[in-house]
């Protein structure tokens, strides 16, 4: 299934460049497993879709170009907090009570500016619009995640190629 997306600027647009990604989709008795085929080099504001299954966990990524510490908030679509990393440690505090003991990130792979996490447990109304936007310097870049929930299991390949502006 191929979907192509454009982002439209929160800021005066810079020239854009395109990008690409191939996410895996594999669903098993495991759960789902999304993971990136290519890489998006500039790691600048994309809209991404990933699917999970009822019960099962699903990937929600998220890459920077800025070099840790950054802060990162993962959000849903009626702006809950769904995980804050504060110079690069989670922040479980505000975390929304929808969210608690269901999210997990990547600590070690902060390091290589890899802000992605696990959603657990999913439950049919997760699915929805989820955005993680990453600060650094006064400067701001969101990835925007579409989750859709079902309840059977699939595998897929798809792409989504999409035009990159700064946030």
Not at 11 to 17: K, L
Not at 67 to 81: A, H, I, L
Not at 91 to 107: A, C, H, I, M, T
């Amino acid at each position: 299934r191929t979907r192509s997306v454009q982002t439209e600027p929160e800021t005066e647009p810079g020239p854009p460049s395109s990008v690409s990604w191939c996410l895996l989709s594999i669903s098993g008795a495991a759960g789902v497993f999304i993971s990136p085929v290519f890489c998006c080099p500039s790691g600048i504001c994309l809209d991404l879709v990933s699917e999970g299954q009822v019960g099962k966990s699903v990937l929600l990524p998220c890459n920077s170009t800025k070099s840790p510490p950054v802060d990162v908030f993962w959000r849903d679509e009626k702006e809950n907090n769904v995980l804050d990393i504060i110079q690069d440690k989670p922040d479980l505090e505000n975390q929304d009570k929808k969210y608690k003991g269901r999210v997990s990130s990547f600590p070690s792979q902060f390091q290589n500016k890899n802000y992605s996490i696990v959603l657990e447990k999913l439950e049919k109304n997760d699915a929805g619009n989820y955005k993680c936007s990453i600060v650094s310097d006064g400067d701001r870049v969101t990835t925007r995640v579409n989750l859709t929930v079902s309840q059977t299991a699939a595998g897929l390949l798809f792409c989504i190629t999409a035009l990159a502006q700064p946030r």
